[in-house]
C-alpha cells in the first residue's frame, strides 16, 4: 500500500448505510479489492482463498444478527478489516478482524476458528474476545487500572490491541443509532482509554479520528462550532493553503532543495477543542485551524527546511520542538515550529523525513508489516529505527513469549509505571521511581519513616527500582529519619521537596540548639543567663538588634555562624559586653571556663563522641579523615552543620578557624555496637586465583563489614584492591589490616588516608 503523506483519516470502503445481505456481499468484494491493491504483488491465492472462507464463515455464524444502524452484523467486522488495510497489517490480522466477534456474539467454541484458520488466527480471536469481556471503569481515578489492564492484554500480542482499536473506531463511526446515554458512556471510555492507547503506539490517525467522534458525542456545540467555522468558506480555506504551499515550495527551491513535499489540512477537530480548553480561549481567538507538511530526504534537511522556514515567517516563542534529537516515547519524529504570517495569523508547520513519517503512519503496526512487501520495499527504511530493529530482533530471537513482552511493555510504557499497594490500589509513578517514590506517593509520613520494602514479597532497599506492575508493600521504623543522600535517588518531586523541608527543619533544630549553646556561654561570662534575660524584658533588645524577629531567629541565626555573638552582645548591651580582652577566647576556652563553675554535663552522641558541656548536638565524623573510636580527636564548629570532628593529625584541621575548636572525645566503650565508621583500605597483592576470597575471609573473620570493593591491576601486573569496610574501633581496623597481611601474596595493606 502507498502512503499518502497526507492521509489524516482511514478510509472505510463505504460510507453509505447497507441494507441487505447482497450489498453486504458487495461491501466485501469491494474488500477484497482494495487488499489486492495494497498488498499489489505480496499476497498469494491462498491469503484471498483464507479471506474469502473468513467472510463466509462469518456471515454464516451472524446470520440474522443485525447492528443499530439496520445494516447486516457482518458488515461491521468487514468494516474493520478494511480499516486496517491502511495500517498495512498481516493476513492474519485480517482474517482475525473478520472473525473478531464470533466467538463472543455467536456461541462459536474458539477450537472451531484454531481448527479452521490456524492456531495464530485463533489466539488473535482469542485476545479479542477476551478484551471485549474487560470492563473498564471510567472515571478518572481508575484510568491507571484501566491501562494495566490493556498493558496485560497487550502483552499477549499487540495486533490484538491494534485490531481493537480499528473495531473500536468503527464502532464510534456508527454511535449515532445508539441511545444517548450509551454514546455518552462508549465516547468516554473512548476518549479515556482507546485513543491514548493509540497514541501510545504512535497510530495518530486513528488516534485522532477517535478523539473527534468523542467530541462530537460528548460536547457536540463545539463539535459543530468547530465543523461550521472549518467548513464555511470552503472556498476562502483552500485559497488560504494553497497560498501558504506555494510560498513554501517557492522558497524551498530557491533555497536548492530538490526533493521535497509540501501538504496542507484542516487541523482535527479534538485538537482544536484542547486548545480552546487548554488556553483557556474563546473559539474566536482560535487562528490556526490548519497544519503544514514538510517532507524532505534527510534528517539535515528537516533542520535546513525550519532554517527556510523561520527566515521566511517570524517562529512564534515556546512553539519550537524538536521531535527528531528528543524523539517521544513512542518513537514519534519530527520538527514542530508556529510561525506568525504577515496577515498575523499563527500557522503550524511539521518537518520530517519521509522515513520518520512512515512511522507517523503507521506506528506500531509497521512491526507486522505485510512480510513480502516489506522486504520488496520496506525493510532498509524501516530498519533506520533503531526501536524497529528491535522490535523485529524479539520477536525473532525471543522464544518465550512473556520475555518477548516484557521489553515490549516496558519500552512502550517507559514515561510512565503503574504498581500496586498491598491492597491493590494502583500509584502511577515515572520510570525509574524508587520503593522510596513509592512511600512518599502513598504518604509523605510514610516516606520519611521507610526503611525497605518488600517487593512481589522479596526484601529490598529503599532505593530499589520499580517496574511496572509490582506489588510493594513498604516498611517503616518510627526511628527512621530522612538523610542527605537520599535526595540522589529519588526521582519524583514530591519526595524530594518532602525530603528537603524535612532536612531544613532539622537543620534549623541543630543550628538553634547551638547558637543557645553559644549565646549561654557568652552570657555565662558574665554571670548572665538566657532566662534572666527573658524574665526582665532585656531579651527584646537583643532580638532587635540583630534584626530578627524572634528570639528563636536570633539562636539560629548564631548557630549557623550568620550571626557574630560577641558583636551582638557588645552592641545590644554596651555597658555590659563591651570590656577589653587582651586575647579573644577560644570557644573551647569560654566552654570549659564555664563547664568548669557549673554541673559539666556531657551526653554521647549517636557516633560514640563526647562533645564537652553540649547537650543534643549534631557531631559528624569528617570524610577527609575518617577518626576511628581511640584515636586522638578534634572538634569544630562548623557553619549550620553541627560539630565535626577530625583525626587529631588530620592535615585539614590546620586550615580551620581556630576559635571554632571544641574538645571531642569518644565515649570509653569503643566497642559500642551502635556505631561504625566507614574507612577505605588499599591492598596491593601477586596475582592468584582466589586471592580476593581470600583477602574478604580476612576481612570477614573480625567481624567487619566490607561496603564495596574495587579491583584493578597495576601496569607491573600487581592486583590493586580497595575496600570500604566498616569498623567499630581503631583497634578493629588495626585487626582488620593484620588479618590482611597475613594472606599469602599480600604485599602491602593500609589505611587509605585522602
Ligand atoms: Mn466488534
Known sequence: MAI?????????????????????????????????????????????????????????KHRGQIRSSGEPYITHPVAVASLLLNLNVDVASLIAAILHDVVEDTNTPIEDINKFFGDTVGSLVDGLTKISKIKFRSNQEKLAENFRKMVIAMAKDLRVVIIKLCDRLHNMSTLDSLPDGK???????????????????GLYSLKSQLEDFCLKHLHYETYQLIKTKIASKKAEREAYINEVLSIIRKELKEYGFKEFKVYGRPKHFYS???????????????????????????????????????????????????????????MYQSLHTTVIRPSGDPCEIQIRTSVMHETCEFGVAAHWAYKEKKDLNGSQSLNHFSWLRQFMEWQSEIK??????????????????????????????????????????????????????????????????????????????????????????????????????????????????LGQVILETELHAKNLDLETLIKNGKIEILVKTARESNLDDVLVGIGYGKIAVHDLLTKAFPLIFQVIENKPETIEEKISRHSAGTTVKRSS????????GIKGMLVSVAKCCSPLPGEAVQGFITLGRGISVHRQDCPRTFALDPHRKIDVNWVSDENDVSSSHVVTISIVVHERAGVLADVTAAISSVGANIKSAKVSVSPHNEGLLSFEIAVKSKAQLDDVIKKILAVSDVIKASRKNS
Request: proline share 5%; charged share 30%.
Open 605 to 612: 552522641s549517636q557516633k560514640g563522641l563526647l562533645v564537652s
Open 4 to 60: 499518502n503523506p497526507n492521509s489524516t483519516n482511514l478510509v472505510l470502503p463505504h460510507a453509505e448505510p447497507l441494507d441487505s445481505a447482497t450489498d453486504a456481499d458487495a461491501y466485501f468484494e469491494k474488500f477484497l479489492e482494495d487488499f489486492k491493491k495494497s498488498y499489489e504483488g505480496n499476497y498469494v491465492q491462498d491469503d484471498l482463498d483464507k479471506l474469502r472462507l473468513a467472510y463466509i464463515f462469518a456471515k454464516e
Open 272 to 330: 482544536i477543542y484542547k486548545k480552546i480548553i487548554e488556553r483557556h480561549l474563546d473559539f474566536e481567538d482560535i487562528h490556526d485551524l490548519f497544519a503544514f507538511r514538510i517532507i524532505v530526504p534527510t534528517v539535515k534537511d528537516c533542520y535546513e527546511a525550519l532554517g527556510v522556514v523561520h527566515a521566511l515567517w517570524k517562529p512564534m516563542p515556546g512553539r519550537f520542538k524538536d521531535y527528531i534529537a528528543m524523539p517521544k516515547a513512542n
Open 183 to 201: 454514546q455518552g458512556r462508549i465516547a468516554t471510555e473512548t476518549l479515556e482509554i482507546y485513543a491514548p492507547l493509540a497514541n501510545r503506539l
Open 400 to 513: 518465550d513469549p512473556n520475555e518477548f513482552l516484557e521489553s515490549v511493555k516496558v519500552d512502550l510504557f517507559e514515561e510512565e509505571i503503574f504498581v500496586f499497594t498491598p491492597k491493590g490500589d494502583v500509584i502511577q509513578l515515572p520510570a525509574n521511581a524508587t520503593a522510596l517514590d513509592f512511600a512518599f506517593g502513598v504518604h509523605t509520613e510514610l516516606g520519611l519513616k521507610t526503611v525497605g520494602a518488600k517487593i512481589n514479597g522479596r526484601l529490598v532497599p529503599i532505593k530499589h527500582g520499580l517496574k511496572n506492575g509490582d506489588i510493594i508493600e513498604i516498611i517503616s521504623s518510627k526511628n527512621q529519619k530522612p538523610g542527605k543522600d537520599w535526595l540522589n535517588f529519588v526521582k519524583t518531586s514530591k519526595a524530594k521537596n518532602r525530603i528537603r523541608s524535612y532536612l531544613r527543619s532539622e537543620q534549623r533544630e541543630e543550628s538553634r540548639n
